[in-house]
């Protein structure tokens, strides 16, 4: 009997003494990008006109994985990017139509793949991946398509964000050299 009190004893101890261990405060969660289809953006920008960053990929393509995994997942990036663009995944090879007010564009079957028209219009038929697309608020203007640049190629974290802000902030309107932005208007205006 006396041992089963001083079992019951000393597991109430171990017991209280659990809850004065610290436990470790769950992270914050980081930001991840709000990413949509273009049909999706379009509409949203028939009522809230903002620029469009389209990620143009395909499954194959291990660039655009990675930048994926770290530079669409830095925070930094993340957070300038939902709080300006309208963020949009755009499969180049994907073979489901796009409805874009009256357009429609198909997929155009080529060899053993094929491409997405809407892809290769905006990326001006250099069918290259990863390439980010950036447009202008009002993405089609007289039947013209409204792209600002598109930018090529595999870009890290702290490298894409100048280039987000760069277009974001509009400084391409102010025609600012990017290499004036880079060196001189960036370090003062985004790194503290």
């Known amino acids: 009997m006396k041992r ?31 990413w949509l289809t273009i049909e999706e953006a379009y509409a949203r920008n028939q009522k809230e006109p ?4 389209i990620d143009v990929y395909t499954d194959w393509c291990g660039w655009c994985k990675v930048m994926d995994r770290e530079t669409f997942n830095d925070p930094k990036v993340a957070d300038y ?21 009256t357009y429609t564009f198909k997929f155009v079957a080529q060899g053993n793949r094929g491409y997405q028209e809407l892809a290769a219009i905006l990326m001006n038929g250099q069918m290259s991946f990863p390439t980010v697309v950036f447009m202008d608020e009002k993405f089609l203007d007289k039947q013209q398509f409204q792209v600002i640049q598109a930018v090529p190629g595999f870009h890290k974290a702290g490298e894409f964000h100048q280039i987000i802000t760069f277009f ?13 932005y880079q060196k001189e208007i960036y370090p003062k205006s985004f790194t503290k």
Not at 83 to 99: R, S
Request: charged letters at 25%; one cysteine or more.
């Open 81 to 101: 990017i939902n709080q300006k663009y309208y963020a949009v995944k755009l499969d180049a090879e994907g073979k489901n139509p796009i409805k874009l007010g």
């Open 50 to 53: 903002r620029k469009f960053l």
């Open 4 to 34: 089963i009190v001083t079992l019951c004893c000393t597991m109430a101890l171990v017991l209280a003494s659990l809850a004065f261990i610290p436990r470790p405060v769950p992270a914050p969660q980081a930001a991840k990008v709000e």
């Open 168 to 180: 974001g902030d509009n400084y391409h309107k102010k025609q600012t050299p990017w290499e004036k």
